[in-house]
Protein backbone atom coordinates (compact mmCIF):
# COMPACT_ATOMS: atom_id res chain seq x y z
CA UNK A 1 0.00 0.00 0.00
CA UNK A 2 0.95 3.46 -0.97
CA UNK A 3 -0.49 6.87 -0.24
CA UNK A 4 -0.73 7.11 -3.79
CA UNK A 5 -2.31 4.24 -4.63
CA UNK A 6 -5.35 6.65 -5.93
CA UNK A 7 -4.53 8.88 -7.99
CA UNK A 8 -2.27 6.38 -9.74
CA UNK A 9 -5.45 4.18 -10.16
CA UNK A 10 -6.66 7.49 -11.10
CA UNK A 11 -3.82 8.04 -13.95
CA UNK A 12 -4.52 4.45 -15.22
CA UNK A 13 -8.10 4.34 -15.72
CA UNK A 14 -8.46 7.46 -17.81
CA UNK A 15 -5.42 6.27 -19.60
CA UNK A 16 -7.27 3.00 -21.13
CA UNK A 17 -10.33 5.28 -21.42
CA UNK A 18 -8.35 7.53 -23.70
CA UNK A 19 -7.28 4.92 -25.40
CA UNK A 20 -10.15 2.86 -25.84
CA UNK A 21 -11.54 6.51 -27.50
CA UNK A 22 -8.56 5.59 -30.12
CA UNK A 23 -6.80 8.71 -29.10
CA UNK A 24 -3.32 7.38 -28.15
CA UNK A 25 -1.99 5.67 -30.98
CA UNK A 26 0.05 2.54 -29.76
CA UNK A 27 1.81 4.01 -26.63
CA UNK A 28 1.73 7.12 -28.04
CA UNK A 29 0.43 10.18 -25.61
CA UNK A 30 0.03 10.74 -21.93
CA UNK A 31 -1.72 11.45 -18.59
CA UNK A 32 -0.80 12.91 -15.40
CA UNK A 33 -2.35 14.26 -12.17
CA UNK A 34 -1.23 16.89 -9.61
CA UNK A 35 -1.64 15.69 -6.01
CA UNK A 36 -3.57 18.22 -4.85
CA UNK A 37 -1.57 20.86 -2.43
CA UNK A 38 2.20 19.39 -3.34
CA UNK A 39 4.47 20.01 -6.30
CA UNK A 40 3.92 15.97 -6.71
CA UNK A 41 2.12 14.32 -10.17
CA UNK A 42 1.46 10.84 -11.13
CA UNK A 43 2.09 10.16 -14.77
CA UNK A 44 2.31 7.59 -17.25
CA UNK A 45 5.14 5.51 -18.13
CA UNK A 46 7.71 6.44 -20.78
CA UNK A 47 6.44 3.47 -23.93
CA UNK A 48 4.36 0.80 -22.74
CA UNK A 49 1.05 -0.43 -23.68
CA UNK A 50 -1.90 0.76 -20.94
CA UNK A 51 -3.70 -2.21 -20.98
CA UNK A 52 -0.68 -4.15 -20.39
CA UNK A 53 0.32 -2.26 -16.99
CA UNK A 54 -0.44 -2.03 -13.35
CA UNK A 55 -1.19 0.86 -11.16
CA UNK A 56 2.32 0.74 -9.53
CA UNK A 57 3.42 0.87 -13.02
CA UNK A 58 2.62 5.08 -12.85
CA UNK A 59 5.13 6.96 -11.76
CA UNK A 60 5.30 9.42 -8.85
CA UNK A 61 7.70 12.51 -9.44
CA UNK A 62 8.56 15.84 -7.93
CA UNK A 63 8.19 18.85 -9.74
CA UNK A 64 11.88 19.27 -9.46
CA UNK A 65 11.95 15.96 -11.26
CA UNK A 66 13.19 14.16 -8.56
CA UNK A 67 11.63 10.33 -8.34
CA UNK A 68 9.02 9.61 -5.61
CA UNK A 69 8.24 6.50 -6.58
CA UNK A 70 8.84 4.48 -10.06
CA UNK A 71 9.63 1.15 -10.93
CA UNK A 72 9.52 2.61 -14.92
CA UNK A 73 11.18 5.69 -16.67
CA UNK A 74 7.84 8.49 -16.71
CA UNK A 75 6.82 10.10 -19.93
CA UNK A 76 9.19 11.87 -22.25
CA UNK A 77 6.52 14.55 -22.07
CA UNK A 78 6.72 15.14 -18.06
CA UNK A 79 8.61 18.41 -18.40
CA UNK A 80 6.17 20.32 -20.11
CA UNK A 81 2.81 18.61 -17.68
CA UNK A 82 5.00 20.02 -14.91
CA UNK A 83 5.26 23.19 -16.57
CA UNK A 84 1.91 23.61 -17.17
CA UNK A 85 1.14 22.94 -13.16
CA UNK A 86 3.67 25.88 -12.58
CA UNK A 87 2.46 28.21 -15.05
CA UNK A 88 -1.07 27.06 -14.14
CA UNK A 89 -2.14 26.73 -10.42
CA UNK A 90 -6.26 25.50 -11.41
CA UNK A 91 -4.84 23.22 -13.19
CA UNK A 92 -5.37 19.41 -11.56
CA UNK A 93 -4.56 17.05 -14.71
CA UNK A 94 -2.99 17.41 -17.69
CA UNK A 95 -4.12 14.71 -20.73
CA UNK A 96 -1.78 14.61 -24.38
CA UNK A 97 -3.21 12.66 -27.20
CA UNK A 98 -2.48 12.14 -30.34
CA UNK A 99 -6.46 11.65 -31.16
CA UNK A 100 -7.34 12.05 -35.31
CA UNK A 101 -9.37 14.72 -36.12
CA UNK A 102 -7.48 17.69 -34.17
CA UNK A 103 -4.18 15.76 -35.36
CA UNK A 104 -5.14 17.27 -38.52
CA UNK A 105 -5.08 20.61 -37.88
CA UNK A 106 -1.76 20.37 -35.85
CA UNK A 107 -1.01 19.89 -39.68
CA UNK A 108 -2.69 22.69 -41.55
CA UNK A 109 -1.71 25.22 -38.18
CA UNK A 110 -4.87 27.30 -38.09
CA UNK A 111 -6.29 27.87 -34.80
CA UNK A 112 -10.22 26.90 -34.30
CA UNK A 113 -11.95 30.12 -33.56
CA UNK A 114 -14.74 30.41 -31.04
CA UNK A 115 -17.11 28.31 -33.36
CA UNK A 116 -19.23 26.46 -30.09
CA UNK A 117 -20.91 28.02 -26.94
CA UNK A 118 -19.76 24.81 -24.82
CA UNK A 119 -16.68 24.94 -26.27
CA UNK A 120 -15.49 28.48 -24.99
CA UNK A 121 -17.29 27.49 -21.64
CA UNK A 122 -14.70 25.07 -21.51
CA UNK A 123 -11.56 25.06 -23.75
CA UNK A 124 -11.25 29.08 -24.22
CA UNK A 125 -11.48 31.47 -26.34
CA UNK A 126 -10.38 29.77 -29.34
CA UNK A 127 -8.15 26.92 -29.53
CA UNK A 128 -4.14 28.02 -29.95
CA UNK A 129 -1.60 25.97 -32.14
CA UNK A 130 1.60 25.48 -30.17
CA UNK A 131 4.45 26.37 -32.21
CA UNK A 132 6.56 22.90 -33.37
CA UNK A 133 9.48 21.25 -31.11
CA UNK A 134 10.48 17.82 -31.10
CA UNK A 135 8.90 16.13 -28.49
CA UNK A 136 10.61 15.53 -25.28
CA UNK A 137 12.74 18.55 -25.54
CA UNK A 138 13.16 21.84 -23.71
CA UNK A 139 12.32 24.00 -26.56
CA UNK A 140 8.59 22.04 -26.46
CA UNK A 141 8.41 23.02 -22.33
CA UNK A 142 9.04 26.43 -23.20
CA UNK A 143 6.57 26.58 -25.90
CA UNK A 144 3.72 24.96 -23.88
CA UNK A 145 4.88 27.25 -20.74
CA UNK A 146 4.45 30.14 -22.33
CA UNK A 147 1.19 29.11 -24.47
CA UNK A 148 -0.94 27.83 -21.44
CA UNK A 149 -0.47 31.83 -19.63
CA UNK A 150 -3.94 32.74 -21.63
CA UNK A 151 -5.93 30.49 -19.05
CA UNK A 152 -6.93 27.88 -21.91
CA UNK A 153 -7.73 24.32 -21.61
CA UNK A 154 -7.04 23.08 -25.03
CA UNK A 155 -4.33 23.66 -27.16
CA UNK A 156 -2.68 22.23 -30.43
CA UNK A 157 0.83 21.10 -30.52
CA UNK A 158 2.13 22.07 -34.33
CA UNK A 159 2.63 18.68 -36.58
CA UNK A 160 2.44 16.24 -33.19
CA UNK A 161 -1.11 15.69 -31.56
CA UNK A 162 -3.06 18.07 -28.58
CA UNK A 163 -2.64 18.75 -25.21
CA UNK A 164 -5.56 19.35 -23.00
CA UNK A 165 -6.21 20.26 -19.48
CA UNK A 166 -8.82 20.70 -16.53
CA UNK A 167 -9.16 20.77 -13.06
CA UNK A 168 -10.04 17.58 -12.42
CA UNK A 169 -9.30 14.11 -14.74
CA UNK A 170 -12.96 13.89 -15.69
CA UNK A 171 -13.88 17.21 -16.57
CA UNK A 172 -9.89 17.29 -18.91
CA UNK A 173 -11.79 14.21 -20.08
CA UNK A 174 -14.69 15.98 -21.11
CA UNK A 175 -12.25 18.89 -22.82
CA UNK A 176 -10.61 16.08 -25.15
CA UNK A 177 -14.10 14.74 -26.32
CA UNK A 178 -15.44 18.02 -26.68
CA UNK A 179 -11.78 19.19 -28.63
CA UNK A 180 -12.20 16.72 -31.25
CA UNK A 181 -15.90 17.16 -31.78
CA UNK A 182 -14.85 20.98 -32.72
CA UNK A 183 -12.18 20.35 -34.98
CA UNK A 184 -13.89 17.90 -36.76
CA UNK A 185 -16.35 20.33 -37.10
CA UNK A 186 -13.93 22.55 -38.03
CA UNK A 187 -12.33 20.62 -40.80
CA UNK A 188 -15.08 19.77 -42.56
CA UNK A 189 -16.78 23.72 -42.52
CA UNK A 190 -13.26 24.57 -44.01
CA UNK A 191 -13.50 21.40 -46.72
CA UNK A 192 -16.75 23.32 -48.09
CA UNK A 193 -14.83 26.17 -48.36
CA UNK A 194 -17.69 28.36 -47.52
CA UNK A 195 -17.53 31.46 -44.95
CA UNK A 196 -17.12 30.11 -41.48
CA UNK A 197 -19.81 31.61 -38.80
CA UNK A 198 -18.25 32.05 -35.14
CA UNK A 199 -20.55 32.70 -32.44
CA UNK A 200 -21.38 36.46 -31.66
CA UNK A 201 -18.13 38.28 -29.35
CA UNK A 202 -20.21 38.99 -27.14
CA UNK A 203 -21.53 35.92 -26.07
CA UNK A 204 -17.39 34.14 -26.50
CA UNK A 205 -16.73 36.40 -23.70
CA UNK A 206 -19.85 35.56 -21.33
CA UNK A 207 -18.88 32.07 -21.70
CA UNK A 208 -14.94 32.41 -21.50
CA UNK A 209 -15.80 34.91 -18.26
CA UNK A 210 -17.35 31.64 -16.46
CA UNK A 211 -14.13 29.67 -17.34
CA UNK A 212 -12.20 32.44 -16.15
CA UNK A 213 -14.23 32.77 -12.73
CA UNK A 214 -14.26 29.14 -11.79
CA UNK A 215 -10.27 29.07 -12.69
CA UNK A 216 -10.30 32.28 -9.89
CA UNK A 217 -12.57 30.13 -7.30
CA UNK A 218 -9.83 27.06 -7.07
CA UNK A 219 -6.96 29.58 -6.83
CA UNK A 220 -8.49 31.26 -4.13
CA UNK A 221 -8.73 28.43 -2.11
CA UNK A 222 -5.29 27.37 -3.03
CA UNK A 223 -3.85 30.96 -1.44
CA UNK A 224 -6.48 30.41 1.59
CA UNK A 225 -4.80 26.84 1.71
CA UNK A 226 -1.50 27.65 1.73
CA UNK A 227 -2.49 30.59 4.05
CA UNK A 228 -3.98 28.42 6.49
CA UNK A 229 -0.52 26.24 6.35
CA UNK A 230 1.93 29.25 7.81
ZN1 LIG B 1 2.95 13.09 -28.25
Known sequence: MSEYDTIRQQVLDYSQRLAHEGFFKGTGGNVSIRLPNQDILAITPSNQDYFAITPNDIC?????????????????????????YQARPD???????????????????????????????????????????????GFLVKQVRKAVKNHHNAYILKNHGVLCLGPD????????????KAAL????????????????????E???????????????????????DV
Do not use: W
Open 60 to 84: VYRFDQSKVEADLKPSIEMGFHIAV
Open 91 to 137: VGCVMHTHQDFASAIALIGKPIPALFDEQVRFLGRSVEIIPYAPSGT
Open 169 to 180: PERTFHNVLLLE
Open 185 to 204: SYLLALYTEEKISKIPLVIR
Open 206 to 228: IAFGKLRSEQKKIEERLVTLSEG
